[in-house]
């Protein structure tokens, strides 16, 4: 069992940087893909960005590339999202997700299966 509690969100210009971070409960918080999702105000819930249980492999949402940045510290088991260059359109709901053991890296995380999830944060980007 994972227990998933995101912190570091709040409200940010645009242009402006945020971190996120999703503390893990769990012995074998190592050995888990871990990933963040969005929801904004009447849309589904959006991948964002997954890495690996090594850290060495990520994945990245188009809309997300080149300004966010996903990190991980197993030691800490802590997983990051770093946001720069936040864009009104960045304001969401945003949720750490952790993959079962065992389960495969795959070159599309965002249709995997997440099985465990945080209660969000709330990012709100003022234009």
């Known amino acids: 069992q994972v227990q998933l509690v995101e912190s570091g969100g709040g409200l940010v210009q645009a242009g402006g940087s945020l971190r996120l971070s999703c503390a893990a409960s769990?012995?074998?918080?190592?050995?888990?893909?871990m990933g963040w999702f969005r929801q904004a105000p009447g849309k589904e819930r959006e991948f964002v960005a997954a890495?690996?249980?090594?850290?060495?492999?990520?994945s990245y949402a188009d809309s997300v590339k080149g300004r966010f940045t996903i990190s991980r510290d197993n030691a800490k088991n802590t997983v990051y999202l770093q946001m720069n260059s936040l864009k009104s359109e960045d304001t969401a709901i945003y949720y750490c997700?952790?993959?079962?053991?065992?389960?495969?890296?795959?070159?599309?995380?965002?249709?995997?299966?997440?099985?465990?999830w945080g209660q969000g944060t709330q990012v709100t980007v003022s234009s």
């Open positions: 769990g012995r074998t918080f190592s050995r888990y893909h």
């Open positions: 997700t952790a993959t079962s053991y065992g389960t495969n890296w795959s070159r599309d995380m965002s249709r995997i299966k997440y099985d465990y």
């Open positions: 890495i690996s249980w090594t850290g060495g492999s990520s």
